[in-house]
Nanobody, 128 residues
Framework: VQLQAFGGGLVQAGGSLSLSCAAT????????MGWYRQFPGKQRELVAT???????NYADSVKDRWSISGDSAKNTVFLQMDSLRPEDTAVYYC???????????????????????WGKGTLVTVSS
């Protein structure tokens, strides 16, 4: 399973950016998918996630400004980031909690396991 992120870049404070992330590979089901971010010298922290049922979870610092949505048919999530602040500057990582489907080699002989996957980070820079 691979996660490919799109978006990010440089924007002025108060502006907007959008991120998207597409999961591909031997996916049976994505339980939860979304975004984390990491500030220099800090641990990665949750930004926003969305479950397969559409339930969302946001960091307090973004919940009134950003919106996460998903397209389950395309295994893709979108993060709309409005009212950006300089303190939002960070590397953003796509995340997915996936039930992976694997083929044992015999017809219909499949097995499944759950695993977390991470995409390569994308830099979001908000200038003041």
């Amino acid at each position: 399973v691979q996660l490919q992120a799109f978006g990010g870049g440089l924007v002025q404070a108060g502006g907007s950016l959008s991120l998207s992330c597409a999961a591909t590979g031997s996916i049976f089901l994505i339980h939860n998918m979304g975004w984390y971010r990491q500030f220099p010298g800090k641990q990665r922290e949750l930004v926003a996630t969305i479950t397969s049922g559409g339930s969302t979870n946001y960091a307090d610092s973004v919940k009134d400004r950003w919106s996460i949505s998903g397209d389950s048919a395309k295994n893709t999530v979108f993060l709309q980031m409005d009212s950006l602040r300089p303190e939002d500057t960070a590397v953003y990582y796509c995340y997915a909690d996936v039930s992976v489907q694997q083929d044992r080699g015999l017809p219909g002989d499949l097995y499944y396991y759950d695993m977390d996957f991470w995409g390569k980070g994308t830099l979001v820079t908000v200038s003041s």
